[in-house]
């Protein structure tokens, strides 16, 4: 998690390789290309990715998209080589160099986001893909390149996040997916909220945490958090964050790593 910067308002990311393995349906995020890239033309399927992280930044002033997102995609080191090769001797293609990275204007195509052809920045930075859709994007990738060298400014080095992930049984790494929103949710008064998504005993489990600032404001909101999170196994406080516990049935698993 070493991309996500500390402003970063949303994350979501999604470890394919352990969905896969967990679920043994190959099928799972469908066969469709999660990513095309135009020219030099090169396409991603979901079995070559390894796992795929969402990150939402804050609107800069004046920008019409009101949440512009990156989004780090983890592929085989072989289609990784195929893509670097096309993007090297791609002699149409427009670059800028960006320390030792160099990032490409293209055309590329999202399924998770359903774009149509959009104008798009991308980088190849170890072993991942980053791509920011739109046009004057390279400043967002930038800022993910800057983050990832610099410990301080990573989203995982505040205390707050890493509680969260505490709180939301997230600790030992063992997640098949991860969400993360510090923007209001509908949970009235929450500051963030983070969900993960774990196989237990053939089956699923969804906890998520939510933040009030204080435990006695995790007490106030403890009845709306469980009217509007029903059917939950568990509930509880912890300090300040009121936690729900979900169980599903493995064909469920689809739904739970859409998102929180």
């Known amino acids: 998690m070493s ?3 500390s402003s970063a308002e949303f994350v979501a990311y999604v470890n394919y390789d352990a969905c896969f393995e967990a679920s ?3 099928s799972l ?10 020219s030099p033309p090169f396409v991603v399927y979901p079995k070559s990715i390894e796992y795929e992280i969402a990150i939402n930044l804050p609107a800069s002033a004046g920008s019409k998209e009101l949440s512009p997102t990156v989004n780090v995609v983890k592929i085989e080191p072989e289609e990784l080589k195929s893509l670097e090769d096309a993007l090297e001797s791609a002699t149409v293609v ?3 160099t960006y320390g030792s990275y160099t990032i490409f204007d293209l055309l590329v195509r999202h399924k998770e986001r359903e774009t149509q052809l959009v104008s798009a920045s991308l980088t190849v930075a170890d072993g991942h893909i980053l791509l920011a859709e739109g046009t004057g994007t390279k400043s967002l990738l930038t800022e993910i390149l800057d983050t990832a060298n610099h410990e301080p400014s990573q989203f995982f080095s505040q205390a707050s996040a890493r509680t969260a992930l505490y709180a939301a049984g997230g600790t030992n790494n063992e997640y098949l997916a991860l969400f993360i929103a510090t923007f ?9 909220a983070m969900k993960t ?14 933040s009030f600032g204080s435990q006695d404001k995790a007490k106030n909101q ?3 958090v469980k009217s509007l999170y029903t059917g939950g196994s568990d509930y509880w406080i912890l300090d300040d ?3 729900v516990t979900f169980h599903y049935d493995m064909s469920k698993l689809g739904e739970q790593i859409r998102g929180l």
Do not use: C, H, K
């Open 184 to 192: 209001p949710t509908q949970v009235q008064g929450a500051s963030i």
């Open 222 to 224: 403890y009845q709306a």
């Open 29 to 38: 995020f469908g066969r469709d290309p999660l990513l095309e890239i135009y």
């Open 3 to 5: 991309y996500v910067p």
């Open 197 to 210: 998504v774990r196989t237990t005993s053939n089956s699923v489990t969804s906890q998520i945490a939510f």
């Open 24 to 26: 043994g349906n190959y």
């Open 94 to 96: 427009r670059r800028m």
């Open 241 to 243: 964050y009121v936690v």
